[in-house]
């Protein structure tokens, strides 16, 4: 390190620190009874596999948003195949186990509310996924613009979205 300069890992929100200590503690436990002579390479693949699972989450998700535009099964399959089979995915998800995903899976969640007009219910996943990747802001302004022209609706859709983020900030 350059002189003076200091280390600092990422620093996320608090809700991905306990969601990924909820998936933990199963591997914990586990360790407390019966210890692992790899325990760190068990909870390393073990967390692994929860961005895994997201991801094949995520792509049926793809899958039966794709019902709400077409009726065609093979186009549906086949979004949700082009979405498991991208190099990116596959790089970050696989082989650097970025955290990203976590945050995409609430946002498609988030959007079945969205096509169905239930924007309050869009807004509160929003303020989920912004807890995992700060990027779901540009991903929620965008869209509740488009749906949302009143400035009272939009001041409570933007205080929904932006309620768990800033709790668990100032808190921590």
């Given at each position: 390190?350059?002189?003076?300069?200091?280390?600092?890992?990422?620093?996320?929100?608090i809700v991905m620190y306990v969601v990924l200590a909820a998936w933990a503690l199963p591997v914990y436990?586990?360790?407390?009874?019966?210890?692992?002579?790899?325990y760190a390479s068990i909870l390393e693949q073990?967390?692994?596999l929860l961005m895994i699972l997201l991801s094949i989450a995520s792509a049926l998700l793809i899958k039966n948003l794709m019902g709400k535009f077409t009726e065609d099964t093979e186009k549906r399959h086949l979004a949700g195949y082009f979405f498991l089979s991208s190099p990116m995915l596959i790089y970050c998800v696989i082989i650097l186990d970025q955290y990203d995903?976590?945050?995409?899976?609430?946002?498609?969640?988030?959007?079945?509310?969205?096509?169905?007009?239930?924007?309050?219910r869009f807004s509160m996943l929003f303020s989920i996924a912004i807890c995992f990747k700060f990027f779901?802001?540009?991903?929620?302004?965008?869209?509740?613009?488009l749906s949302?022209?009143?400035?009272?609706?939009?001041?409570?859709?933007?205080?929904?979205?932006?309620?768990?983020?800033?709790?668990?900030?100032?808190?921590?």
């Open positions: 390190f350059p002189s003076g300069a200091a280390f600092m890992g990422a620093a996320y929100n436990l586990i360790n407390k009874l019966h210890t692992f002579s790899d073990w967390g692994r995903i976590m945050s995409v899976f609430i946002t498609l969640l988030a959007l079945f509310f969205f096509f169905d007009k239930k924007y309050y779901a802001v540009l991903i929620f302004l965008s869209l509740i613009l949302e022209k009143r400035i009272p609706k939009l001041f409570l859709h933007g205080s929904a979205a932006a309620s768990l983020y800033a709790v668990t900030t100032l808190l921590y």
